[in-house]
């Protein structure tokens, strides 16, 4: 099993800035990309910025130039750093890993875990 913790999320005013963490642990055996995606009130889940193991990163439009996608492959965490911040960022924010894991038995799977979510509110 995969379990992903995520922490940072909050109340911040537009313009601000809030970093977002997303630790991954179990029994993991590669990870091959690591993500954040976000989905506000009524509206679909959306990709907000995703990072790979070969350190490409993608990044949606709207957060290009704000937000910064960053990982420790040696803590199995990746980062978000949200700067500049505006009202239309408020949304719950997923973390997400793809990679390959083992199980109880020691084969391996491939794995795509998802976080709990974690709420981001932009407000004056």
């Known amino acids: 099993q995969v379990q992903l913790v995520e922490s940072g999320g909050g109340l911040v005013q537009p313009g601000g800035s809030l970093r977002l963490s997303c630790a991954a642990s179990?029994?993991?055996?590669?990870?091959?990309?690591m993500g954040w995606y976000r989905q506000a009130p009524g509206k679909e889940r959306e990709l907000v910025a995703a990072l790979t193991s070969g350190g490409t990163t993608n990044y949606s439009d709207s957060v290009k130039g704000r937000f910064t996608i960053s990982r420790d492959n040696a803590k199995n965490t990746v980062y978000l750093q949200m700067d500049s911040l505006k009202l239309e960022d408020t949304a719950v924010y997923y973390c997400?890993?793809?990679?390959?894991?083992?199980?109880?038995?020691?084969?391996?799977?491939?794995?795509?875990?998802w976080g709990k979510g974690t709420l981001v509110t932009v407000s004056s």
């Open positions: 179990g029994s993991i055996f590669s990870i091959s990309v």
């Open positions: 997400n890993v793809e990679g390959v894991a083992t199980n109880s038995r020691g084969s391996s799977y491939g794995m795509n875990y």
